[in-house]
C-alpha cells in the first residue's frame, strides 16, 4: 500500500494546500495530512483549529487521514508505515530550503522519498502567513482558503484583539 504523508504546519490551511492535497491524493492509496504540534514559529491557530478546519474541509474524502506529529517527520512516518513525502512547490525561492529538507530526511532514512508537485498557478503567491496578514486586517481571504473556515478565521483574529 502506498502512504503518502503530506506534512506542514496548516497555520490556516489554504486553498494552495487544498490544491496539492487533493491531486497527491489521486497517485497514493492514502495520504496522511500531518500538522506539526511544536515548532519554533508559535502558530496562531492552536493545533486543535488547524485539524478542525482540516476536518471540516476534507469531510467525506476517503483516502485522506489527518493527523498530527511533533519531533523528527521521519520517526512519524516509520510508526505509520509511510515511505513518501509530498510536498509544494511554488517558487524557485522554496527550492533551496526543500531540497535541504529533502536531503537532511534522506539521511536520516534512506528509505524516505520526497516528491515535489507544482503548485497550481493560481495559488503561486499564495501563503499562510499572507491569509494571516491580510486576515489580521479583515482583508479579503476569499479564494485563498476555503469557503467554510471564512468566518471561523476572522473570527479568531476579533477574538484575540479582545
Ligand atoms: N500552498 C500554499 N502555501 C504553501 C504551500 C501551498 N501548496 N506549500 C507550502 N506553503 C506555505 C505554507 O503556507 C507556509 O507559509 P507561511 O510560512 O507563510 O506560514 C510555508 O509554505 C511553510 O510551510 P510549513 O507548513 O510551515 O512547512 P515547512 O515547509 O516549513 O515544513 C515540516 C514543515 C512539518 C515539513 C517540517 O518543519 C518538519 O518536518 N518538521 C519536523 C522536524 C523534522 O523532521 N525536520 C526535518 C529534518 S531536520
Given at each position: 500500500m502506498r502512504i503518502f504523508v503530506y506534512p506542514g504546519s496548516f497555520d490556516p490551511v489554504t486553498n494552495g494546500h487544498l490544491d496539492i492535497i487533493e491531486r497527491a491524493a489521486k497517485i497514493c492509496d492514502k495520504l496522511i495530512v500531518a500538522v506539526l504540534i511544536n515548532r519554533n514559529k508559535s502558530p496562531v491557530f492552536t493545533v486543535e483549529e488547524r485539524v478542525s478546519f482540516l476536518k471540516e474541509v476534507l469531510d467525506g474524502k476517503p483516502?485522506?487521514?489527518?493527523?498530527?506529529?511533533?519531533?523528527?517527520?521521519?520517526?512519524?512516518?516509520?510508526?505509520?508505515?509511510?515511505?513518501?513525502?509530498?510536498?509544494?512547490?511554488?517558487?524557485?525561492?522554496?527550492?533551496?530550503?526543500?531540497?535541504?529538507?529533502?536531503?537532511?530526511?534522506?539521511?536520516?532514512?534512506?528509505?524516505?522519498?520526497?516528491?515535489f508537485m507544482m503548485t497550481g498557478i493560481n495559488y503561486s503567491y499564495l501563503s499562510s502567513s499572507a491569509v494571516r496578514e491580510l486576515a489580521s486586517h479583515r482583508g479579503n481571504i476569499r479564494d485563498l482558503v476555503p469557503d467554510i473556515i471564512i468566518e471561523r478565521i476572522y473570527k479568531k483574529y476579533e477574538e484575540n484583539r479582545g
Open positions: 483516502n485522506i487521514e489527518i493527523a498530527t506529529f511533533s519531533g523528527l517527520l521521519v520517526d512519524f512516518m516509520k510508526k505509520k508505515g509511510a515511505n513518501t513525502i509530498i510536498k509544494g512547490l511554488r517558487a524557485v525561492s522554496d527550492f533551496e530550503y526543500e531540497f535541504q529538507m529533502a536531503l537532511l530526511n534522506k539521511n536520516l532514512d534512506e528509505n524516505i522519498e520526497t516528491l
